[in-house]
Each structure stands twice: as structure tokens, then as C-alpha cells.
């Protein structure tokens, strides 16, 4: 079910009529379990099995860790919850993707095989919801919370519908809290929750799928050589595609969880406003940029073992966190080269220090915009089909490939230009403040007409129905 689509806007509206209704916490739980479960098995009724046995074993697990007195007992409960998640995602995810790198190492080593095609169909949004699950099982084992007796507070912690398929990755530490008693809905919350969900739809729909998609998929589809102004127009194309459909997504869950009295954790804050490579990692995807953090960065040692240990370790993450996105070897491209320019920026740091220089706003301004163009290119093997498609787009970028066509008309090409134009005017602009606190500031009358527009803007454009780009992940 899409929240960019019409049966979603009934089912929301059926939900929420039905739990603001109802007056026993208990009876509103069970509501919002069953809707979650309706919600995912719209698409397709047998995963949701899945995702239950997958909250129902780390329920299990949970609780083995939290009752073993013997650290090693309690060490092999977490592994054993960490081995059964990572095993299942990476059947269903990377099943194929494993035994084509099989087959092409035997081929290397003169060995002939031909290794079958499993009929594997990717479940809608496990690489969330197996984090989701995960979390609880790494918490407890940590003893950052303490481990829930209701399996169905857990279940529903995993499968909360508005963050369930792309995000934000939301850890049972933070949710299972707020399901103890029943929430209260504070002044205006209620209004802010629709004004983010309208604001999400607008980014979605108008920007992301209307503006942006078109040039985005023309460039990036196109087989031949391409003039740079139209590499460039692809690539800034998707660059803006991937947040306003990303962070749209992420702005509507945050929203209905508000609408429903929950509170989800920003995903995003104006990351095309930032200056260097880390920064741009604590503005962009924070939800799984802090699980990485958190779970697999500091566990390695951090940066508590010297530079040549910590690079070693940034490495890994990012390896890890391009692998997360995808069964390509271009998504481990991409999560490489940040690696390495997260790798770059810390000797720079090193070797320059914290200069009075480095505070001048144009000297920032221009690493930010250093930053954003790197982001770019990078983008160019998350999006890119293959590395053929990725070298040819590159060589179109820096001018180097002779021959090239145009495939953008100037209206598109305006388009563009104008939305990306706006976007880094908005995200410099916000990059120190949030959303909610220039809203705050602004006169009622300015809020209402601005989320009038956002509604015609939607309406008018009324869609094509595209699903959000991290579904698929």
C-alpha cells in the first residue's frame, strides 16, 4: 500500500477515525497491529508471515539474552539472533546476487559451472524490518532497555505501519516506551502531523515523481554518448529525486506516527547543505547512519585504535552500507567512495586542524558545495543499471566523451535547474534550524496558504503512482 495513493488516504483516515474512537489503550494496540499487518499484506498476504516469525523470534531471543547469567550464554543469543536475521535478508536479498559472484570466481579458476536461478521475490521493505527486529535483540544484549513481556507491544514495535517498509529504521529502545500508556495529544500535533504528510506528498509527487523523474530516468536509460549539460541535468535530476522521494517518505511517516500520538526520530536534516562527508552522514539517512554507527562501527573499535584502524573500520561500514542498499556491485561503489572520502576528510582534518579560516561562511560554502557535487558523483553507481552505464555518464560529466547527444529539452533542463536551485537555497538556508521552528515563527496565515498550495500542487498533479525508491530496498 503507497502512501501516494488513494486507498491509502481511505485506510488512514478509517484508522485513525477507529483509534481515536476507541478508549481502551489495549483495544488501540490490537487496532493499530492488525492495520499494520493489513497494511503489509496488501501487497503481499504470505511476507507477512515473515515479518511475524521474524518479531516473534527476536521476542524469543530477547528474552534467552536478558535471562542468561553467563556472558557467553548471553553472547550466543545475540549471535544467534544476529546469524538467523542476516541469513534470512540475505537469502531473500542476495541470494542470486551470491551465486552469480560464485560462478564467476569458479569461472576465473577454470572451473565451468553454471549455477541455477533461484526464484527468489525480494519482500517489500525486509531491509527495514529486519533492522527494526534486529535493534531489540542488540539493545537488550547491551543494556540499553530492557527486554518487553508483551509480544504483542514487540510485534507491533517491528511492524508499526507508517515506518514499516521504508523508514526511518526505528529501534524498539525508542518505540516500545511509548506504547506502556496510552498518548495524549499535545496542542496542535495533530495539524503539524497532517501538515508533515502533506508536506511529504508534495515532495513525492510534484517534485520527486512530476519535476525530477523524467530527466532522471531519460539520462541515466539513455544508451548512447550524452552532451555534459544533459549528464549534468540527470544527475542533479536524481540527486533531488532521491531526497524528495526519500525524505517525502520519511516526512509522512514521522507524520502519521504524530497523528497517531507517536514521535519517530528525524531521518533528515537538510543534508544538501553539508560541509564534508561526515556531516552530510549525521544530515542524511540518520536512522541507519547511526544503526551503522552504533552497531557495527563502534563494536570494530571506532577510532579508538589509532587513524590506520579507524579508516579501516570506515571502510567496512560503508562496504556494508552500499551492500544494504542493494545486490549490485555498483551500490558497494558507492558506499566505497564514501568511505574513502569519509577516509580523505579525516587526514585533511588532521593535517589542517580547526583553522579560523574554515569558519568563514564562503569558505564553507564552497566545501559545501564541493561536498554536494562529490555527493553526485557518487550517485551517478548508486543510480547508474551497471558500470558501463556509470563510465559513459562519468566521461559525459567531466566533457571527455566526444559525440554526445542532447536528450533533455530547455524546458527540462529549466526544471532542473530551478528545482535543484531551490532545494540548496532551502536546504543553506535551514541547514542550522529545523522545519518545525520556522513554522513556528511563521504568521498563521502564511501556514495555511502554504500548505493550501502544496494540496492544489498535489492534486493538479495528481500523481503516476510510483512507488518510493527505498521500497525496494
Request: proline fraction near 4%; aromatic fraction near 16%; charge should be positive.
Amino acid at each position: 500500500m503507497l502512501f501516494n495513493s488513494l486507498t491509502f488516504v481511505v485506510f488512514f483516515v478509517v484508522v485513525l477515525a477507529a483509534y481515536w474512537t476507541m478508549r481502551s489503550w489495549p483495544a488501540r494496540k490490537n487496532l493499530l497491529l492488525v492495520a499494520s499487518y493489513i497494511f503489509y499484506g496488501a501487497w503481499n498476504p504470505p511476507f507477512a508471515l515473515l515479518l511475524f516469525a521474524t518479531s516473534a523470534l527476536d521476542f524469543y531471543l530477547g528474552a534467552r539474552i536478558a535471562a542468561a547469567t553467563n556472558p557467553a550464554a548471553r553472547k550466543s543469543w545475540m549471535i544467534t539472533s544476529v546469524t538467523v536475521n542476516l541469513s534470512m535478508l540475505g537469502y531473500f536479498k542476495y541470494g542470486n546476487f551470491l551465486l552469480e559472484n560464485f560462478t564467476w570466481l569458479l569461472a576465473r579458476c577454470g572451473i565451468a559451472y553454471q549455477a541455477p536461478h533461484l526464484d527468489i521475490f525480494l519482500p517489500i521493505g525486509i531491509s527495514f524490518y529486519t533492522f527494526h527486529s534486529l535493534s531489540y535483540t542488540l539493545d537488550v544484549y547491551r543494556g540499553v532497555c530492557q527486554p518487553t513481556k508483551s509480544l504483542r507491544d514487540f510485534v507491533l514495535a517491528v511492524s508499526f505501519f507508517p515506518q514499516l517498509v521504508a523508514g526511518p529504521i526505528v529501534r524498539a529502545a525508542d518505540f516500545l516506551p511509548q506504547l506502556v500508556a496510552a498518548p495524549v495529544l499535545k496542542r496542535g500535533q495533530f495539524h503539524w502531523g497532517l501538515l508533515l504528510m502533506t508536506l511529504g506528498m508534495f515532495e513525492k509527487i510534484v517534485l520527486a515523481d512530476t519535476l525530477l523523474a523524467d530527466a532522471s530516468d531519460t539520462v541515466f536509460g539513455y544508451a548512447g554518448p550524452l552532451l555534459p549539460a544533459d549528464a549534468w541535468a540527470g544527475v542533479l535530476a536524481f540527486s533531488g529525486q532521491i531526497f524528495f522521494d526519500f525524505a517525502g517518505y520519511s516526512t509522512c511517516a514521522i507524520g502519521a506516527a504524530l497523528c497517531l500520538g507517536f514521535h519517530l526520530k528525524d531521518n533528515f536534516r537538510f543534508p544538501y547543505a553539508a560541509v564534508g562527508f561526515s556531516d552530510f552522514w549525521r544530515r542524511w539517512h540518520i536512522s541507519l547512519s547511526t544503526f551503522l554507527r552504533d552497531f557495527l562501527y563502534i563494536p570494530l573499535g571506532g577510532n579508538r585504535s589509532g587513524p590506520t584502524r579507524a579508516a579501516i573500520n570506515l571502510m567496512i561500514v560503508m562496504f556494508i552500507g552500499g551492500l544494504w542498499h542493494g545486490a549490485a556491485w555498483t551500490y558497494v561503489i558507492w558506499g566505497l567512495i564514501h568511505g574513502v572520502l569519509l577516509v580523505l576528510e579525516r587526514i585533511a582534518r588532521a593535517i589542517g586542524g580547526d583553522a579560523p579560516w574554515t569558519e568563514l561562511f564562503i569558505v564553507r560554502l564552497l566545501l559545501g558545495l564541493a561536498t554536494f557535487a562529490a555527493v553526485c558523483f557518487a550517485w551517478v553507481f548508486f543510480r547508474a543499471a551497471d558500470f558501463p552505464s556509470a563510465s559513459r555518464l562519468l566521461h559525459a560529466m567531466t566533457g571527455t566523451l566526444t559525440g554526445g547527444e542532447a536528450v533533455l529539452g530547455s524546458r527540462r533542463l529549466l526544471e532542473v535547474a530551478l528545482v535543484i536551485a531551490g532545494l540548496l537555497v532551502a536546504h543553506w538556508s535551514l541547514r542550522d534550524t529545523s522545519v518545525e521552528a520556522v513554522v513556528a515563527r511563521m504568521p498563521r496565515w502564511a501556514v495555511t496558504g502554504i500548505w493550501t498550495l502544496m494540496l492544489g500542487a498535489i492534486i493538479l498533479t495528481q500523481g503516476n503512482g510510483h512507488a518510493f525508491i527505498y521500497f525496494q530496498f
